[in-house]
Every structure is written in C-alpha cells, then in structure tokens.
C-alpha cells in the first residue's frame, strides 16, 4: 500500500493476513508519520508462530526514516492488533527522542546570549 510517498509493506510468517487485518494495521502505523516527516518505508511483519505454546503474535515494525537508520520495534499479544499498537508505541518513542536529539544539535539562531 503507498499513498502520501510512504511506502508500507506487510508480509506474514506461518499465517496469513486478510485485507482487513492489512487496512487496520496499515492505519494504525501510518499515525507514525505525524512524527517523522522524512519516513521514506514501514515495514511490518506478523508472526503468526511466535510462540506455539502462548498464541501470541509478534508483530515488527521497522521505519526507514532518510539520514536516519532503521528503527525497530516488536511486541508480542495474542491480538494482533494490539501487538502492532504496542509495537507503533515503541516506534514513536524513538522517533520523538530523535527528533529532540536532533534539534538539540541545532545551532540557536538567535544570536549569541552572553
């Protein structure tokens, strides 16, 4: 799925995922772009098969981001969508200390205060 120049990829391991499940997830991880306006790709891979003996799922989200390397996140629950919401969390906490980190590095324009 592609709309706004961000690419968002879905892949699924030993299980499937209908449209619906894909429509879901695909809103709930595209929130992540109000916090990053350079996000070039999102991909997010669902384990069906995580843990045999839980049912839980794993879902993994990793965000390229331009002059940023990949972010990565996971969360586990036997919901997949609750897992991905987890999961988007994670992502954004990153992407939020980037950002802070990175306009901690700007010079102050203002002029020199002494």
Not at 45 to 71: C, M, S, W, Y
Not at 88 to 111: A, C, F, T
Request: a negative charge.
């Amino acid at each position: 799925m592609e709309t706004s120049g961000v690419q968002v990829k879905f892949s699924a391991r030993h299980g499937h995922l209908d449209e619906t499940e894909r429509h879901r997830l695909d809103e709930k991880v595209r929130k992540l772009l109000h916090f990053h306006d350079r996000i070039e790709m999102i991909e997010v891979t669902v384990d069906f098969g995580q843990n045999p003996h839980t049912k839980e799922k794993r879902v993994e989200i990793l965000v390229n981001a331009e002059h940023k390397h990949d972010i990565v996140a996971h969360a586990d629950h036997e919901e997949v969508l609750s897992a991905c919401e987890a999961a988007v969390e994670k992502v954004k906490q990153q992407l939020v200390k980037y950002k802070e980190k990175m306009s901690d590095r700007r010079p102050n324009h203002r002029g020199a205060e002494s």
